[in-house]
């Protein structure tokens, strides 16, 4: 059964602080991705990586950086939090390959506040 | 039907109808769709897939249908159960592994 583990379900941080989301997937995926999701916004895709130590920008990421250390880990990274920072936050891998899979499998979220 | 912006559009049926839940997308180079359902307090997950060299596939109790033409993507859930209330999404997909999603619609099943 695959799975895509996610460190918190939900978080409380303060204003300033740096906040670290992890994400580990046991599938030996190549793609991790990490998204947002706010109400009546859909996901909306923060960062991606598609090998160790590779990243790529993806539509929002301003405010945010991610590590890719080990192909299982995916972590992204708020320096400083900031209020507008309070969402829903999914991580999600995909298999790369010749004839790739591209469904996403998805974590279970962490709720992130703010305060 | 999906919408961007604050609003969920929510879909109320009875146990045992049928429900159809729309999605409009954008970019006529998108090549592969996916349909989610997301659970309160869960990730989404996979329900079907469709490529763009066809317009219709089932699955179980599922048929995803698409309209290149007006860039439209349908789920259709048949006899809908309490178990199948859940906020569905489409997701679209133009480069490799990069996918674009819709805001999602709330389906609300009466018993």
């Known amino acids: 059964d695959v799975k895509v583990t996610q460190s918190s379900r939900y978080l409380v941080k303060r204003t300033g602080e740096k906040v670290f989301l992890e994400c580990v997937q046991d599938?030996?995926?190549?793609?991790m991705f990490w998204y947002r999701q706010d109400p009546g916004l859909g996901l909306r895709l923060i960062y991606f990586?598609?090998?160790?130590?590779?990243?790529e920008k993806g539509d929002i990421p301003e405010g945010y950086s991610v590590s890719r250390e080990k192909k299982e880990r995916f972590s992204l990274i708020l320096e400083s939090a900031s209020t507008n920072q309070t969402s829903m936050y999914l991580c999600?891998?995909?298999?790369?390959?010749?004839?790739?899979?591209?469904?996403?499998?998805f974590g279970p979220g962490t709720r992130l506040t703010v305060t | 039907g999906e919408s961007v912006g604050l609003h969920l559009p929510t879909l109320s049926v009875q146990e045992g109808d049928n429900s159809i839940i729309n999605c409009a997308y954008s970019?006529?180079?998108?090549?592969?769709f996916i349909w989610y359902k997301q659970e309160s307090g869960k990730g989404p997950q996979f329900i079907i897939d469709?490529?763009?060299?066809?317009d219709k596939r089932q699955g179980q109790r599922v048929t995803v249908l698409l309209n290149k033409t007006v860039k439209h993507l349908s789920l259709q859930i048949a006899a809908t159960q309490p178990g199948d209330s859940a906020v569905y999404f489409c997701?679209?997909?133009?480069?490799?592994?990069?996918?674009?999603f819709g805001s999602g619609t709330k389906l609300n099943v009466k018993p």
């Open positions: 999600a891998s995909t298999q790369s390959g010749r004839v790739p899979s591209y469904e996403q499998y």
């Open positions: 990586s598609y090998d160790v130590k590779m990243k």
């Open positions: 970019n006529s180079a998108s090549d592969y």
């Open positions: 599938m030996d995926h190549e793609n």
């Open positions: 997701a679209e997909n133009t480069n490799f592994n990069k996918f674009y």
């Open positions: 469709i490529r763009s060299n066809m």
